[in-house]
């Protein structure tokens, strides 16, 4: 597929979800017109991958045909949860995924400076600052002393990428069996009720990051229970590590949203006390995972 014609259906797409969050945000009823020309003056950009959008929402239910041309709101999203101010949707969000693609396909040296990453994306230096320090929370880049930056080890091919999930079917069952192991229902509430909204509705527009955030969030959730530190960290670990090789992949929203009925099955098996049912669920569930991505179908940025 031509560069050019992926890259508009990637912007489409976060159109779409930018959309369906100004519908849920300011409340618009059924029936609301959606008019191009406003639409895309808020989004700042043209009007074509707006109606692109449209049609994306459209084929999901969330627009509908409006009688004399254009689209009306058919329903509101549930945005309780997953809501982004639109800033956070920029041209910074495509400009980020950018670098990570460019650092994935080896276009980017180890090392590099300020100034290049600049030049090289077009960016003012405050927005480079803004990236860069989102990438620093990721975990894929550090300051290097005095000037300059560099990038930290990732997964690049799909023979490591393998690796981690195979690695992750040892240690994420085991983590359930460790003695010190000490539920915090609290937390796992907390991640039931995200898990939940993705079920409602929002795994159709959530941004990859946030998809990949909150099913990780999950799993190292579960896995801090076990009080073994070193089965901790390696999750971590082995969670940074993979973070771009999964934004890379195109989301498959129907796969998703099963993880995600999977991810709420797993969580009322310990909020149950059922730990070694867990133990043997979240085997299977990896075990799944690990072989659609050995079959070549796309992942769904789960786990």
């Known amino acids: 597929m031509p560069d050019s014609h992926r890259s508009t259906r990637g912007l489409g797409e976060r159109l779409a979800g930018q959309i369906e969050q100004l519908i849920a945000q300011?409340?618009?009823?059924?029936?609301?017109?959606?008019?191009?020309?406003?639409?895309?003056?808020?989004?700042?950009?043209?009007?074509?991958?707006?109606?692109?959008?449209?049609?994306?929402?459209?084929?999901?239910?969330?627009?509908?045909?409006?009688?004399d041309g254009g689209y009306i709101v058919r329903r509101r999203p549930d945005s309780s949860l997953f809501t982004r101010s639109l800033a956070s949707d920029s041209p910074g969000e495509s400009t980020y995924f950018e670098i990570a693609e460019d650092r994935l396909a080896g276009h980017l040296p180890e090392r590099v400076s300020e100034s290049l990453l600049m030049r090289r994306y077009g960016l003012t230096r405050n927005r480079l600052g803004s990236i860069l320090r989102r990438i620093v929370n990721e975990g894929w880049i550090e300051r290097l002393p005095g000037h300059g930056w560099q990038f930290l080890p990732i997964l690049t091919s799909d023979e490591t990428y393998d690796q981690a999930y195979r690695f992750r079917i040892l240690i994420e069952p085991a983590a359930l069996h460790e003695p010190r192991f000490r539920l915090d229902a609290a937390a796992l509430h907390q991640c039931l009720a995200e898990q939940q909204a993705l079920i409602d509705g929002a795994v159709?527009?959530?941004?990859?990051?946030?998809?990949?955030?909150?099913?990780?969030?999950?799993?190292?959730?579960?896995?801090?229970?076990?009080g073994n530190v070193f089965i901790v960290e390696s999750l971590k670990r082995i969670n940074r590590l993979r973070r771009l090789m999964e934004y890379r992949k195109t989301v498959d929203r129907d796969a998703a949203a099963r993880r995600c009925r999977e991810h709420k099955t797993l969580i009322e098996l310990l909020l149950c006390g059922q730990r070694k049912a867990a133990a043997d669920f979240i085997r299977l569930h990896l075990r799944e995972a690990a072989r659609d991505k050995a079959m070549g179908h796309a992942p769904a940025l789960d786990d």
């Open 26 to 67: 300011e409340a618009m009823a059924p029936g609301t017109a959606l008019v191009e020309r406003t639409l895309a003056a808020r989004l700042m950009v043209s009007r074509s991958p707006v109606r692109d959008a449209l049609r994306q929402l459209a084929k999901r239910g969330t627009v509908g045909p409006r009688p």
């Open 204 to 226: 159709q527009w959530a941004s990859p990051a946030q998809l990949f955030d909150a099913n990780t969030r999950l799993h190292e959730t579960i896995t801090a229970c076990c």
